[in-house]
């Protein structure tokens, strides 16, 4: 019989235990092992040469954080059965089940479909495996679990995924700002009329997190050389897709040419029956170096653009990039994209696979229904933004938006700017 009862070394929160067979038997399940081969934060580690964690550790550490929090709760007279501590875990622990190959990166290049939308799918089929035993994490996820407080620790402002990858990503990036007072926050944890809420003296800790967040969007998730790299990465699976389309074959790994030869929407996965060559299946089997091994190939391509835009990527030969509190005209991106036509001997079209431009949109806070919310000693319950002294609704509310462009790096730019 197989020990079940298992501790892993983390190398953030240090020893993490597996009490529940069910848990352990989720871990185990390929669904859940791919996201070893995931990076969590994609092509990041062309930037912060640590940045090669995976999907795999940040969800076991979000399992981690979510059990301090029951705990915690439970210690201050929270009522939670042992039924909802297991389904809230099995929420949280797949909660990103449905990233695919360098987690966001590739969500808009494969197939239309939000990564939520196919854990939900990720999460039923489990359920069938496991004879309903995840009836309770699914409910929790969707929100139609009759208790609000619990789909709040998965997903909110102030949920487990959230302090997990702050944290992680700062240890790995090594991007210091990240770094929050995880253990005092959730220690500070309560509910009141089934909100999650945050006791009085928690209010420090809330404000630095929230600060935190907003820097850690521009140092690291929205740094302008990951956008570059991704941007580029999209112009690659984008160029394939057109050389599909054209009825060239191109050579790679099987189900990613078959993803990329078709144009799959949610209600396509959402039609799969559960057989085992669904498209939730071929989705499944695809990972980052499935991707990258496809790349290297392609390097060899006839198409000198997917060619060119591989080697570029492959060997870290990765765009400029212009950011700009103002849009960049179109005369400008196009003026751009002549001289890459110049530069390649490519087709306009062509040469706009090379020149991208876009918005980069930052914001630290939403007033929604998952507002951070802080309980006083009298029973007072208010938002962070009435409660905080450093961090009012204007700072929250506001929202930073940045314009980019990306271009090779050897055009002679001054000609057109």
Request: with cysteine; charged share 20%.
């Amino acid at each position: 019989m197989t020990n079940k009862r298992k501790i892993i070394n983390d190398p953030v929160y240090g020893f993490l235990s597996i009490e529940d067979d069910i848990v352990f038997d989720v871990i185990s399940h390929p669904l859940f092992q791919r996201q070893r081969n995931i990076k969590q934060l994609g092509f990041t580690y062309l930037v912060y040469p640590g940045a090669t964690h995976s999907r795999f550790s940040h969800m076991l550490g979000a399992l981690n954080l979510m059990k301090r929090a029951i705990s915690v709760l439970r210690s201050k007279g929270v009522e939670i059965s042992d039924a909802e501590s297991l389904g809230v875990q099995l929420a949280i622990l797949l909660h990103d089940v449905g990233h695919g190959p360098f987690s966001h990166t590739s969500e808009r290049a494969l197939c239309n479909v939000h990564h939520e939308t196919l854990t939900l799918l990720f999460m039923q089929r489990l359920n069938s495996e496991f004879g309903g035993q995840l009836d309770t994490a699914i409910s929790i996820f969707n929100d139609s679990y009759p208790r609000h407080f619990l789909h709040q620790l998965v997903s909110s402002q102030l949920d487990m995924d959230r302090l997990d990858y702050l944290g992680r990503d700062s240890f790995f990036t090594g991007v210091s700002e990240g770094i929050v007072g995880t253990e005092r926050i959730i220690n500070m944890l309560n509910v009141k009329d089934d909100v999650l809420v945050v006791d009085e003296k928690g209010i420090y800790s809330i404000e630095k997190f929230i600060i935190s967040r907003r820097l850690m969007y521009w140092q690291v998730y929205l740094h302008k050389t990951v956008i570059a790299a991704d941007n580029l990465f999209y112009s690659i699976l984008k160029r394939a897709r057109q050389l599909i389309s054209s009825g060239v074959a191109l050579e790679g790994y099987a189900p990613l040419i078959h993803l990329l030869s078709n144009q799959y929407s949610a209600s396509d996965f959402m039609s799969q029956t559960v057989a085992a060559d669904d498209l939730l299946s071929l989705f499944a089997s695809i990972d980052d170096s499935d991707v990258m091994s496809t790349i290297k190939v392609w390097m060899h391509s006839d198409d000198a653009v997917l060619r060119t835009l591989c080697e570029h990527l492959v060997e870290r030969r990765l765009p400029a990039i212009k950011v700009s509190d103002t849009p960049f005209g179109e005369e400008y991106v196009a003026s751009l994209r002549g001289l890459a036509s110049q530069q390649y001997g490519f087709t306009d079209d062509e040469s706009a696979l090379f020149v991208n431009s876009g918005q980069l949109v930052n914001h630290a806070y939403t007033f929604d229904d998952s507002q951070i919310k802080i309980l006083y000693k009298s029973g007072r319950c208010v938002d962070i933004s009435q409660a905080s002294d450093q961090l009012d609704r204007p700072f929250l509310e506001k929202t930073v938006t940045k314009y980019f462009v990306c271009y090779p790096k050897s055009l002679h730019i001054n000609s057109c700017s």
